[in-house]
């Protein structure tokens, strides 16, 4: 069964940096393509990014130009480099199949950014 393991998430003052990483169990990512999710406290979960098997990217409005999603294959590890964080980004960030796989749902790793 896959599993996918989000990590690097963390308390992060406006205007910086983080990224993190999703390590896939296996090589999924190769002939899939792969979204990082988010969900903000006490709303429903969105679509933040996803990138294909084939590497073209695509961006919600609302990272356009902060966030950079990228994968890869041989590390079977897919990557979310945010920078320019703002409040609002704060969030437990999810990573999946793009579309989604409901089965391949993990934890999360939760954002905070605040001063």
């Known amino acids: 069964q896959v599993q996918l393991v989000e990590s690097g998430g963390g308390l992060v003052q406006p205007g910086g940096s983080l990224r993190l990483s999703c390590a896939a169990s296996?090589?999924?990512?190769?002939?899939?393509?792969m979204g990082w999710y988010r969900q903000a406290p006490g709303k429903e979960r969105e679509l933040v990014a996803y990138?294909?098997?084939?590497?073209?990217?695509n961006y919600a409005d609302f990272v356009k130009g902060r966030f950079t999603i990228s994968r890869d294959k041989s590390k079977n590890t897919g990557y979310l480099q945010m920078n320019s964080l703002k409040s609002e980004d704060t969030a437990v960030y999810y990573c999946?199949?793009?579309?989604?796989?409901?089965?391949?749902w993990g934890k999360g790793t939760l954002v905070t950014v605040s001063s």
């Open positions: 999946n199949m793009f579309p989604t796989i409901m089965n391949y």
């Open positions: 296996g090589s999924i990512f190769s002939l899939n393509a």
């Open positions: 990138i294909t098997s084939g590497g073209n990217t």
